[in-house]
């Protein structure tokens, strides 16, 4: 989603808070539930769930291990959800041209550095530069280079774009910004 008008360029940045992450964190959760239960009902020798019989289970070393991913599981589980709680890697950038300004913001995890907000000149922009990884995992990433800084990612590097929306995604953002396009 975005925004924009002749000197000002708003790209908001989706975070955790997406279909699949919820769909995962739930599946999770459920399935590190019932391993831990399973585990649980061999060593008390009770049925927790029907499915299994606890006689079926031993409590060492088969009740063990499913207590151990379990256990292990709920704290993924926790963890995927505390970041769809938090947004992580939220926020937005802002391109100005009337002020001359780039503005980056993006939530991170809760501590001294929850808000991450860089700001930089835009002559201080030296190029947009695409990257592209074809193959079982391919990559597709927008970066902006700053002279001095480096290069800083503009989209999440999970979005799935195709080569061709990511190259006129750069194409109308270099236009707006003035600067060349760089392929890697």
């Not at 709920?74 to 503005?103: A, H, P, Q």
């Not at 930089?120 to 927008?142: C, N, P, T, W």
């Given at each position: 989603?975005?925004?924009?008008?002749?000197?000002?360029?708003?790209?908001?940045?989706?975070?955790?808070?997406?279909?699949s992450?919820?769909?995962?964190?739930?599946?999770?959760?459920?399935?590190?539930l019932?391993?831990?239960?399973?585990?649980?009902?061999?060593?008390l020798?009770?049925?927790?769930i029907?499915?299994f019989?606890?006689?079926?289970?031993?409590?060492?070393?088969?009740?063990?291990?499913m207590s151990?991913?379990g256990?292990?599981?709920?704290?993924?589980?926790?963890?995927?959800?505390?970041?769809?709680?938090?947004n992580v890697?939220?926020g937005?950038?802002?391109?100005?041209r009337?002020?001359?300004?780039?503005?980056?913001?993006?939530?991170?995890?809760?501590?001294?550095?929850?808000?991450?907000?860089?700001r930089?000149l835009?002559?201080?922009?030296?190029?947009?530069?695409?990257?592209?990884?074809?193959?079982?995992?391919?990559?597709?990433?927008?970066?902006?280079?700053?002279?001095?800084q480096?290069?800083i990612?503009?989209?999440?590097?999970d979005?799935?774009?195709?080569t061709?929306?990511?190259?006129?995604?750069?194409?109308?953002?270099?236009?707006f910004?003035?600067?060349?396009?760089e392929?890697?």
């Amino acid at each position: 989603m975005s925004w924009r008008s002749e000197s000002i360029w708003i790209e908001f940045i989706t975070g955790s808070r997406k279909t699949s992450n919820l769909c995962w964190a739930f599946i999770l959760f459920l399935g590190s539930l019932g391993f831990l239960l399973v585990g649980t009902s061999s060593y008390l020798g009770r049925n927790l769930i029907s499915l299994f019989p606890s006689q079926q289970i031993i409590f060492f070393p088969q009740g063990i291990v499913m207590s151990f991913y379990g256990i292990a599981g709920l704290f993924i589980s926790c963890y995927l959800w505390c970041t769809i709680l938090w947004n992580v890697g939220s926020g937005y950038d802002l391109f100005d041209r009337k002020e001359g300004i780039v503005r980056i913001f993006r939530w991170g995890f809760p501590g001294k550095s929850r808000r991450i907000f860089l700001r930089f000149l835009m002559k201080d922009i030296q190029s947009i530069r695409i990257e592209v990884q074809e193959g079982i995992y391919a990559r597709r990433i927008l970066y902006i280079e700053i002279r001095g800084q480096g290069a800083i990612p503009l989209i999440r590097t999970d979005e799935n774009l195709t080569t061709r929306e990511i190259e006129q995604k750069a194409a109308e953002l270099a236009y707006f910004l003035r600067v060349p396009i760089e392929v890697f």
